[in-house]
Antibody, heavy 119, light 107 residues
Framework: QVQLVQSGAEVEKPGASVKVSCKAAGYSFTSYVIHWLRQAPGQRLEWMGW????????KYSQKFQGRVTFTRDTSATTAYMELSSLRFEDRAVYYCAKSGIAWLGPDFWGQGTLLSVSS | DIQMTQSPSSLSASVGDRVTITCRASQGIRNYLAWFQQKPGKAPKSLIYDASTLQSGVPSHFSGSGSGTDFTLTISSLQPEDFATYYCQQYHLYPYTFGQGTKLEIK
């Protein structure tokens, strides 16, 4: 069955960078895009962008442009999200999600990775 | 960015009730609207896409409708496992945006 398994919780200092991984299994990794989203405590879900797992093309939300980088390793069927220049307000649960068969939105989600930013 | 507004923000209902959640977009999004269910401490689960297409495996007492700017999620007969928070999301234009959520609680 489809699985997206994300890396564990992270604690980082302001100004640092964090890299979250998303290991895919149970489907053809390069046939879909991987979305990245986040949810701050008590806030609505926020879409950060996607990476085409086949050719590596990316689309970033303008809010995160210049601070976030999506990459993927097709041999490891793993996608990565790196967020730099961390701020306190980046504290959130970060999710990866694969697109659907019939639609390109975030169809199936990983379990989430909690990022805490603390000095 | 397209603003998505859900109503109500919270709702109390009983098992067996019929409930409707509304989602309004700040501009037309055709039918590029999805609904998600999220339970505490869990990742969101996709229920509906293209405004009215039920995801495989989602019970048929869930349904969605609408087009343009106004959309609804209807749960025809609430089951105990349906108590959760529901989000709408538009994917017509970037950035994809979500509603603020509707928390469905047991009365």
């Amino acid at each position: 069955q489809v699985q997206l398994v994300q890396s564990g919780a992270e604690v980082e200092k302001p100004g640092a960078s964090v890299k979250v991984s998303c290991k895919a299994a149970g489907y053809s990794f390069t046939s879909y895009v991987i979305h990245w989203l986040r949810q701050a405590p008590g806030q609505r879900l926020e879409w950060m962008g996607w990476i085409n797992a086949d050719n590596g093309d990316t689309k970033y939300s303008q809010k995160f442009q210049g601070r976030v980088t999506f990459t993927r390793d097709t041999s490891a069927t793993t996608a990565y999200m790196e967020l730099s220049s961390l701020r306190f307000e980046d504290r959130a649960v970060y999710y990866c999600a694969k697109s659907g068969i019939a639609w390109l939105g975030p169809d199936f989600w990983g379990q989430g990775t909690l990022l805490s930013v603390s000095s | 960015d397209i603003q998505m507004t859900q109503s109500p923000s919270s709702l109390s209902a009983s098992v067996g009730d019929r409930v409707t959640i509304t989602c309004r977009a700040s501009q037309g999004i055709r039918n590029y609207l999805a609904w998600f269910q999220q339970k505490p401490g869990k990742a969101p689960k996709s229920l509906i896409y293209d405004a009215s297409t039920l995801q495989s495996g989602v019970p048929s007492h869930f349904s969605g409708s609408g087009s343009g700017t106004d959309f609804t999620l209807t749960i025809s007969s609430l089951q105990p496992e349906d108590f959760a928070t529901y989000y709408c999301q538009q994917y017509h234009l970037y950035p994809y945006t979500f509603g603020q959520g509707t928390k469905l609680e047991i009365k």
